[in-house]
């Protein structure tokens, strides 16, 4: 089945510390994006990209970091500049004017 | 700038009655609009979508929306909620290439 897998599923990071979140797909979709969500705020938009080596800041780019050296991959790091990491951090993919398809998403919490 | 206003944070409803989760969005040209649903802990899912053609458009689960562009409104509705429907609900639109999200309704369902 073709589908979008992000991992993990948690993820714990201490103050200071850089980690990266993984997000890949088999749906063959140009377009990928990343947002955060937070409670009571909805999806903000991380960062997208539209083709391979190529992505574009968000809303709230600050403090994050992404690559697209690949078709199936939308790596996101989240770097110690994001002061307040701690959400839940859903990946997308564009199915061009059918609406996205999310991961599962990833719980990152600062310990 | 466009944006999605939806205007219930949280609605609670007794189990077999009928819902209604209200929608407006701000835009100054033609949109496609869709309603997500998220499940705790889960990523969202597509409920439906207006692109064109009928503005009455049926999802899912037995949620239906009409889309009405003299009011700018996309309100989702079910005749009858079970408990299984106890989720967020997210309303969305989208311009060019990015989607922008509502706040989310967190839909109650009484026993």
């Known amino acids: 089945d073709g589908g979008i897998t992000q991992s993990p599923k948690y993820l714990f990071r201490k103050e200071g510390q850089n980690v990266t979140l993984s997000c890949e797909q088999n749906l063959n979709h140009d377009a990928m994006y990343w947002y955060r969500q937070d409670p009571g705020q909805g999806l903000r938009l991380i960062y997208y990209s539209q083709i391979v080596n190529d992505f574009q800041k968000g809303d709230i780019a600050e403090g994050y970091s992404v690559s697209r050296e690949k078709k199936e991959s939308f790596p996101l790091t989240v770097t110690s500049a994001q002061k307040n990491p701690t959400a839940f951090y859903l990946c997308?993919?564009?199915?061009?004017?059918?609406?996205?398809?999310f991961g599962s998403g990833t719980r990152l919490t600062v310990v | 700038a466009q944006s999605v206003t939806q205007l219930d944070s949280q609605v609670p409803v007794f189990e077999e009655a009928p819902v209604e989760l209200r929608c407006n969005y701000s835009?100054?040209?033609?949109?496609?609009l869709f309603w997500y649903v998220q499940y705790p802990n889960q990523g969202l899912q597509l409920l439906l979508k207006y692109l064109s053609g009928s503005t009455l458009v049926k999802g899912i689960n037995g949620f239906e929306a009409e889309f009405n562009k003299s009011q700018t409104s996309f309100h989702l509705r079910k005749p009858s909620v079970h408990i299984s429907d106890t989720a967020e609900y997210f309303c969305a639109v989208s311009l060019d290439d990015k989607i922008i999200f509502g706040k989310g309704t967190r839909l109650h369902i009484l026993p």
């Open positions: 997308a993919t564009d199915a061009r004017g059918n609406g996205y398809t």
């Open positions: 835009s100054s040209v033609s949109v496609y």
